[in-house]
């Protein structure tokens, strides 16, 4: 494969903390508390890089860039790179020289965020390699099945029946029947239902009358016609004629 040649980068971290550590005490794995946190021994810059399926942790230092240490990682989570019981920045790596000899170190970050980018990088690489393997073996498992030949053999013919052809040629489609949530039917005629019959004379002149008072409610026809209009009879005045309170005809004003 021609990308097995390539090596691409991961994940590159500028700081990290170095540590000696001491030998493992307990099964259960690695305290960050048993280290000396405040006075790390070397630090360096993390590079995470693939070549094909493999993966490596790189130490390098800051300014040079040279190679401190070097971390293959042929799982995660593994014996590669272990976590610590008591922290989630600090982790145990397994470092290997070209010889074979490896030795564990302590690694930290200052941030939490830059521990989970690790974290990340190398659980994402380890997932594509799983997900490559799988397709792989589904692709062999198709290539080791035997072929079907699904041609067509020498005299086989292929009868396609098309649903046109069969109608008579007199056949009319069927009328399609009203669902029962359509409109009703109009009611047949002659059904017994009887018109409704006219309202009498006197009705319909007192529905006028009222009709009239409705248009003209200030006319002469709502207040009747027997109303004299004796204020402006009196001298031709349209004010009238102002009377005391006691009802005598005088003309003075009432005073107040």
Not at 12 to 27: D, G, W
Not at 66 to 82: I, K, N, S, T, W
Request: with cysteine; proline share 8%.
């Amino acid at each position: 494969d021609k990308m097995s040649d390539y090596e691409s980068i991961l994940c590159v971290k500028p700081e990290v903390f170095v540590y000696r550590i001491p030998p493992r005490t307990s099964t259960r794995g690695y305290r960050a508390s048993d280290w000396n946190l405040a006075t790390p021994d070397f630090t360096a810059r993390m590079k995470i890089t693939a070549k094909g399926k493999q993966c490596f942790v790189k130490l390098e230092d800051k300014t040079s860039g040279e190679l401190f240490a070097q971390c293959p990682v042929d799982d995660f989570p593994g014996a590669a790179v272990e976590g610590v019981l008591d922290s989630s920045r600090y982790f145990v790596l397994k470092i290997e020289d070209v010889s074979g000899k490896h030795a564990f170190i302590g690694v930290g970050f200052a941030d939490r965020g830059d521990a989970f980018d690790m974290n990340v990088a190398l659980q994402d690489h380890f997932k594509w390699v799983k997900t490559s393997d799988k397709l792989k073996q589904e692709e062999q498992q198709w290539a080791s099945e035997p072929s079907k030949d699904y041609s067509l053999k020498q005299g086989q013919t292929i009868t396609i029946k098309l649903g046109d052809k069969d109608k008579k040629p007199g056949a009319t489609a069927q009328p399609v029947k009203p669902s029962s949530g359509g409109f009703l039917p109009p009611p047949p005629g002659g059904s017994g239902i009887r018109p409704l019959a006219p309202p009498p004379t006197g009705a319909i002149a007192a529905s006028s009358q009222q009709q009239g008072l409705l248009l003209d409610p200030f006319g002469s026809t709502a207040f009747g016609s027997a109303q004299p209009a004796a204020s402006q009879s009196q001298g031709g005045s349209d004010w009238g004629e102002f009377t005391s309170t006691t009802g005598s005809g005088s003309n003075d004003w009432v005073k107040f």
